[in-house]
């Protein structure tokens, strides 16, 4: 199978675009596709957490916060840059959003634009299921571009070579906003409150989301030799599968994203089928909620 389909798709959708090239402000059709999905699924999720509070109330009149557009949009840009900012913190390493406005800029736009849509459909198999393959794309760009650069090219050379960094960093940056989101109950019709996170509830490890992140990116660093650690580790499976002859070498980044974007087409395609009942289910797998 060719990837040099996948891999001009991807240059393409990293190409600055117009009317914001035209002002010199770096913004691609890739990163407003993804804000407007995280928007637009963060308000399917809030419309249906409000609908679900409604049938618990009965027929009491049901508690409820009025929403505003700060919180929403501050929701979004939570899930975003929370985990960044986090692991910014530790490493020493400024967040993209104190470097340059753009990015939030672009996300509170699209907050705004998806606030203004009258009616958007709730979540349904016809529909997530095309959308994983754009979620497989935008996320692969996520885990690996932006997540392993500030680590490999960290000034401390102990961090830059360690996978365990990376590894981390991998799975706090991307699922780092969802965590403090869920923990303070942004997305829910009431005010404010503290509660358990969904991640760290009762299956909560199973959620795609949440592990996809580590090992994709630990699949695009033993791809492209990203680390010592991960040259090693290749050139022993290569050994292990048989291949006796020259050293194994580093795949093209490109190459390995595209490869990372496919397999997490797949596994959040069959994310959306477990969820909609499409796959068959029973005993224990139906206590395993993938999210």
């Known amino acids: 199978m060719s990837l040099q389909p996948f891999i001009t798709l991807y240059r393409y959708a990293l190409e600055?675009?117009?009317?914001?090239?035209?002002?010199?402000?770096?913004?691609?059709?890739?990163?407003l596709v993804a804000a407007l999905r995280l928007c637009t699924v963060l308000r399917q999720v809030r419309e249906d957490l409000y609908a679900k509070h409604q049938r618990r109330a009965g027929e009491k009149p049901a508690s409820v916060?009025?929403?505003?557009?700060?919180?929403?949009?501050?929701?979004?840009?939570?899930?975003?840059?929370?985990?960044?900012?986090?692991?910014?913190?530790?490493?020493?390493?400024?967040p993209s959003f104190m470097l340059s406005g753009v990015s939030p800029g672009?996300?509170?736009?699209?907050?705004?634009?998806?606030e203004y849509i009258p009616v958007i459909p709730s979540m349904s198999l016809s529909t997530e299921l095309p959308?994983?393959?754009?979620?497989?794309?935008?996320?692969?760009?996520?885990?690996?571009?932006?997540?392993?650069?500030?680590?490999?090219?960290h000034a401390s050379p102990v961090i830059a070579s360690s996978p365990w960094t990376l590894l981390l960093s991998s799975l706090v940056i991307a699922n780092g906003g969802f965590f403090i989101t869920s923990m303070f109950s942004f997305l829910e019709p009431t005010p404010l409150t503290l509660t358990t996170p969904a991640a760290i509830k009762p299956y909560g490890w199973t959620a795609t989301d949440l592990w996809c992140a580590p090992f994709i990116?630990?699949?695009?660093?033993?791809?492209?030799?990203?680390?010592p650690f991960w040259a090693e580790l290749h050139g022993v499976i290569s050994t292990v599968l048989?291949?006796?002859?020259?050293?194994v070498g580093p795949m093209d980044p490109e190459a390995a994203r595209a490869i990372c974007a496919l397999v997490l087409t797949g596994m959040f395609s069959t994310r959306t089928a477990k969820n909609y009942g499409l796959v068959w289910k029973k005993g224990v797998a139906e206590k395993v909620k993938i999210q």
């Not at 675009?17 to 890739?30: E, L, R």
């Not at 916060?65 to 400024?94: C, M, N, Q, W, Y």
């Not at 990116?217 to 680390?227: F, R, S």
């Open 217 to 227: 990116t630990g699949l695009y660093a033993l791809l492209t030799h990203a680390q």
């Open 16 to 31: 600055p675009i117009a009317p914001f090239s035209w002002f010199g402000i770096k913004v691609c059709s890739i990163e």
């Open 131 to 153: 959308l994983s393959i754009v979620d497989g794309f935008t996320r692969a760009l996520l885990l690996c571009s932006l997540i392993p650069k500030p680590v490999i090219t």
């Open 65 to 94: 916060e009025e929403r505003s557009f700060l919180r929403d949009a501050s929701t979004s840009l939570t899930i975003k840059f929370g985990g960044e900012a986090i692991i910014g913190s530790l490493l020493g390493v400024p």
């Open 242 to 247: 048989g291949n006796t002859g020259d050293k």
């Open 106 to 114: 672009v996300y509170i736009a699209a907050q705004a634009i998806v």
